[in-house]
């Protein structure tokens, strides 16, 4: 069989491919400029998983009426430091940016900003939306929780509970931020679909079956009954994930007092808790990117296990992907581009050029 190369295309042209293609679904214009642009966001960053992977599912939620075509938030509840929001199905590629940045405006006039949004349609990844903060020398934080979904098993259960609850934080330093994007599950639901259309098993045992052992085969995640994810940890230290999957829907959930048990299930509208801080409300801004950059040079400089393998403070390496396919172009698997070709076929909206 011979091996099919990855398509490389320039990131303009495929952005406003994706823009074109939710437009035609219904999408006004600033929204589906907004989830072309965050979608095609995480690709350069190599969150492969929530990005373009994505786009038939955002066309299909725009069709169905899943996800509003338009329209705005709605404020439910605020202080002077804080907001509640329902975005009632507005695409969360579209809400999140002007989360952050609600939270930003109160932050320069309180020290900080938090802004809760609730039924935002999937805001794909965090990470996308930090730099945003960081930009302006502040520290930002997120949650995410899905009321609908339950794919996650509390430690030492074999049925779920939680959803897999991402959780990210950005800081400004001297150099490029500091960029955490992680999930409190062992992995992210969107991992093991891709281990399974790539007929591969997970790298680490992050299911549990429903005979309530842990493996890597990922496809029994599509068994009868089905695994479910592991909380953060595992089999060993798995109370750790199980308490900050508490902790964020906490936060989430409880603040936006919409929890699993009201929610319509299966319905894939997240709950976000977003926190800004200014620096300058503590002292000087400059001197509290000075400590950043001394705990990022700290990390740096420590001795690492493989001398092939150096140690990297979180962001790195997407700043490193990003860097090279803006130049090069972002890089898209055989199979990836696949699905987009279906996308072009269906909306009558050929691809770009590679």
Known sequence: MTEQKNIRINVELIRDWAQNCLQQAGAATELAQAMAENLVAADLMGFRT??????????????????????????????????????????????????????????????????????????????????????????????CATPGQQVVAPYGAKTA????????????????PILFDVSLSMTAAGKVRKAIAEGQP???PALITAEGNYTTDATTFLADPASVLAPLGGEQLGYKGSGLCLFSEL???????????????????????????????FGDPEEFKHQAQA????????????????????????????????KHGIEYSAALWRQLEKVALSTGIPLPNS
Not at 161 to 176: K, M, R
Not at 266 to 281: C, H, I, K, Y
Request: aromatic letters at 6%; proline letters at 6%; glycine letters at 8%.
């Open 295 to 326: 705990m990022v040079d700290g990390i740096r400089a420590t001795t690492p296990i493989d001398p092939n393998r150096p140690v990297r403070v979180p962001g790195e390496g997407a700043f490193k992907i990003r860097q090279e396919q803006s």
């Open 251 to 281: 936060w989430t959930l409880g603040l936006s007092q919409l929890g699993r048990h009201q929610e319509q299930a299966g319905l894939d509208a997240n709950t976000v808790w977003v926190q800004v801080v200014d620096p300058a409300a």
């Open 161 to 176: 509970w939680f959803s897999p609850n991402p959780f990210a934080i950005g800081a400004p330093t001297q150099g490029h």
């Open 202 to 204: 997970l790298p680490y």
């Open 50 to 143: 929530h990005g373009l992977m994505r786009l038939r599912y955002n066309l299909t939620c725009l069709q169905d009426g899943s996800s509003r075509a338009n329209g705005q938030v709605k404020v439910l509840s605020q202080r002077a430091a804080v907001q509640l929001w329902d975005a009632d199905l507005l695409s969360g590629l579209y809400v999140m940016p002007k989360a952050v940045d609600a939270a930003m405006t109160m932050a320069r006039q309180c020290g900080t900003g938090t802004v809760v949004v609730k039924r935002a349609q999937h805001v794909a990844a965090l990470a996308v939306y930090l730099e945003q903060a960081t930009a302006q020398g502040m520290l930002v934080q997120m949650m």
